[in-house]
């Protein structure tokens, strides 16, 4: 947290704009982790993962992250595909799996932009959560989440996985496990995992449901529970900077190469820090601001770091507006109670989203610096403040006026 007494670009789309912060303003800021990965560093951590742990490369699958959490794949996937052919693969057995989630399809020109030349040479499957035949019950998990997975996986020889470790807003840490679950799940079970993001019992959000927190979070347990009933054989977890170029690459199997993994994460990107009055916070520009459902992650992640009564002034150009067609819907309902009420009998999909946008307004005001409509703006309790509202507010704050800025807010986590 360094100290402030100058003229700042912020991202915002593809272009900056110009803020001057007062002087006693903090910035919060990531550790930019070094690049440490290379082919041949890979090449050999694989290696000696296979000595260790012989796998039967017979039949396997591999899973893969889809467009928005990219983990170096055009590079990267060659060395690793090369390495498993290096140890018993017949390339023609290999199915690659993107782990799409709910997530939409990618088109074939996305694809190739996400996974490089090895798109062309391999076989590829989209996952799709709705084709119901495709899965196979394993179990319930203690909180009646059904473990419903693909059928291949189930027939494969061997199960890989492979994407970055990243901060989840609900779940604590996306990849790892959830490349299988909820990656290549069926959708009602994805959405009763999703589910226990409600508290039931309080009617409100769950409170250890948040970004960085995997012990008292019953998101994440459960996901644990899943994953003790249907682990990988192998799991690569990638560490990526702020710009999402690939540092690192750790290989291995388990729970505890996981959690190794988030702490690595977690020590770059999450940081201790009392609340603001006032936060200015941009998602770092196109595209992870390309729309609203994008740019939650940063808001929720900026609303962190402000106190109760607070303001928080996010810069966020939605050039795809909303980007979803069933977020809005939840704030037609004429209160929280009645919307919680609406989506604990039946979850779907960014009704989560809704009410954690919800419970910020009720506790904190939020503007945006946006192309969105003043009407969208309205419906989901925000205000729509232009670029020079915001100079205008920030030079006529008191000295008495905490005020922080979060340059990347979409990566950077207050630490729990």
């Known amino acids: 947290m360094n100290g402030l007494n100058k003229t700042l670009s912020i991202p915002y789309g593809s272009t900056r704009m110009t803020v001057c912060f007062p ?3 903090v910035q919060l800021q990531i550790k930019e982790p070094q690049k440490v990965i290379s082919q041949d560093l890979f090449a050999t951590r694989l290696h000696d993962f296979f000595q260790k742990h012989p796998l039967d490369l017979s039949q396997p699958i591999l899973i893969v992250a889809d467009k928005t959490r990219l983990c170096g794949y055009p590079e990267y996937l060659p060395r690793l595909l090369q390495s498993l052919k290096d140890h018993g693969m ?3 057995r290999l199915r690659i ?3 799409y989630g709910t997530h939409a399809r990618q088109t074939d020109h996305e694809c190739l932009q996400a996974y490089g030349k090895t798109y062309n040479e391999f076989l590829f499957v989209h996952h799709d959560c709705n084709v119901v035949d495709d899965f196979v019950d394993l179990a319930l998990t203690a909180r009646g989440t059904p473990i419903r997975l693909r059928r ?3 027939d494969a020889s061997a199960v890989i ?3 970055p470790i990243c901060h989840h807003y609900f779940a604590g840490f996306g990849g790892g496990r959830k490349l299988i679950f909820p990656g290549c799940g069926e959708r009602k079970a994805i959405y009763t995992n999703h589910s226990l993001y409600l508290d039931r019992i309080a009617e409100t959000l769950a409170q250890g449901c948040r970004p ?3 012990e008292g979070n019953p998101l994440a347990q459960d996901l644990f529970e899943i994953e003790a009933k249907f682990m990988a054989d192998l799991s690569i977890h990638g560490i990526l ?9 750790l290989p291995g199997q388990g729970r505890d190469l996981f959690l190794a993994a988030c702490a690595v994460h977690s020590d770059l990107y999450e940081v201790d820090s009392p609340q603001f009055d006032t936060v200015v916070a941009s998602c770092g520009g196109y595209p992870k601001d390309i729309n609203f459902i994008q740019s939650h992650k940063a ?6 770091f402000v106190r109760d009564g607070g303001q928080l002034i996010v810069y966020t150009e939605c050039r795809d507006d909303i980007g979803s067609r069933t977020f809005t819907p939840w704030f037609k309902y004429p209160n929280f109670a009645e919307a919680f009420a609406r989506l604990s009998s039946r979850y779907e999909g960014n009704g989560g989203t809704a009410l954690a946008m919800m419970t910020k307004t009720q506790r904190i005001r939020i503007a945006l610096v946006t192309t969105l409509s003043e009407h969208t703006c309205r419906l989901i309790g925000v205000e729509r403040w232009p670029h020079d509202r915001v100079c205008a507010h920030l030079a006529g704050l008191q000295k008495n006026v905490s005020t922080a800025f979060i340059p990347n807010a979409g990566l950077l986590v207050r630490a729990n």
Do not use: F, R, V, Y
């Not at 900077?241 to 690459?249: A, I, Q, R, Y």
């Not at 808001?299 to 962190?304: P, W």
């Open 23 to 25: 002087p006693h303003t």
């Open 90 to 92: 017949d390339k023609s």
């Open 97 to 99: 799996i993107i782990a």
């Open 152 to 154: 291949d996986l189930l």
């Open 161 to 163: 996985t492979m994407g």
């Open 212 to 214: 960085g927190a995997l």
């Open 241 to 249: 900077n702020s710009h999402g170029e690939l540092c690192d690459l």
């Open 299 to 304: 808001i929720h992640n900026a609303a962190l």
